[in-house]
């Protein structure tokens, strides 16, 4: 089975942060959204891995050079969308029997591979992995577990709804029925519907996934991290106080004030910390006598 993340998006939703660096990139507790998607996949024993490329493509080329492992890129030169960079890379996605598509901009706790196992031994050609655990319930499923479009715009009969968690799984065979301008991959399920494919949405109870939408929903995956809902490999050299939630670098010689919690604090410039609920990136200049609170501080400004 191949493994593919989609990461050429804007992040529009996301600046000033990708105002700087692509969405793709975007680091929770320390690591690129891309990469904690590839590392999940290797931990799942999925290790023949691509991506695809459009927005500051140096960058995400860049970190992909420095990681340990091969990753194959497919360059947009015009953004394709979710549909779309699935048919540029049809040709290396069709070179094995299955493959797992992931959004790079979730970060779950979803068993790849034993999803993988069942997939496999289903029969289906493709199955959209959904939550009824959290997420919004956008996604419509038939009472025979098909796919039946989007809540606000079904084109079958839903006799319920779940959260798409932004993990789906292929037969090699449907890709066949890409197309360029599918740019929302929903028109390609719709149409392997039409086409006989079988669609189903397998409405799962024990996913937590988490969504990096907009700077909101970025600071609530790295509180989960933080809680445990995640499980999560660190960086190197930070020290985790999982009782108040405050990561740090252990080589650190500023002061952290005793009321605060809810931190991911990287290398900064500071000689107190009084903050709750805030990230303060590599590279920033902390204020002493101010008081953080539901704050992103970035090198290049806070949000």
């Known amino acids: 089975m191949k493994g593919f993340v989609l990461s050429a998006g804007f992040g529009t939703r996301l600046k000033p942060i990708t105002d700087i660096i692509p969405k793709a990139l975007v680091p929770v507790c320390g ?3 891309m990469e904690i998607a590839l590392r999940y996949f290797r ?3 999925i290790d023949d891995l691509a991506v695809n490329t459009h927005y500051l493509p140096d960058l995400l080329n860049m970190t992909l050079d420095a990681l340990p492992y091969s990753v194959k890129r497919f360059h947009e030169e015009e953004i394709l969308g979710t549909g779309g960079a699935l048919w540029n890379a049809r040709e290396w996605l069709m070179d094995d ?9 979730i970060i779950h706790n979803a068993k790849i591979k034993e999803l993988a196992t069942d997939f496999r031994a289903s029969g289906e050609d493709i199955v959209l992995i959904g939550s009824n655990l959290c997420g919004e319930k956008v996604m419509g499923i038939t009472k025979n577990g098909d796919y039946a479009g989007r809540m606000d715009n079904l084109f079958s009969d839903a006799a319920r ?3 798409f968690t932004g993990i789906a799984f292929y037969r090699s065979a449907v890709a066949e029925i890409f197309k ?3 740019f929302d991959i929903k028109t390609t399920w719709k149409r392997a519907l039409e086409c006989g494919f ?3 949405v397998w409405d799962l109870d024990n996913i937590s996934w988490f969504d990096t939408g907009n700077a909101a929903d970025l600071k609530e995956c790295y509180w989960a991290v933080l809680d445990k809902k995640i499980k999560f490999d660190f960086p190197l050299g930070m020290e985790i106080d999982f009782e108040r939630r405050i990561a740090f670098p252990s080589n650190s010689n500023y002061e ?3 009321n605060s919690e809810y931190l991911w604090i990287e290398n900064v410039s500071a000689k107190k910390i009084n903050a709750s609920r805030s990230i303060f990136w590599g590279g920033s200049k902390i204020e002493n006598n101010k008081k953080y609170n539901n704050t992103l501080v970035m090198p290049w400004g806070e949000v």
């Open 198 to 200: 079988s669609v189903k």
């Open 180 to 182: 360029k301008d599918d």
């Open 97 to 105: 029997n299955s493959f797992c598509v992931v959004n790079a901009d």
């Open 256 to 258: 952290i004030s005793e």
């Open 31 to 33: 690591v690129p959204l």
């Open 161 to 163: 709804s779940t959260a």
């Open 43 to 45: 931990k799942n024993v």
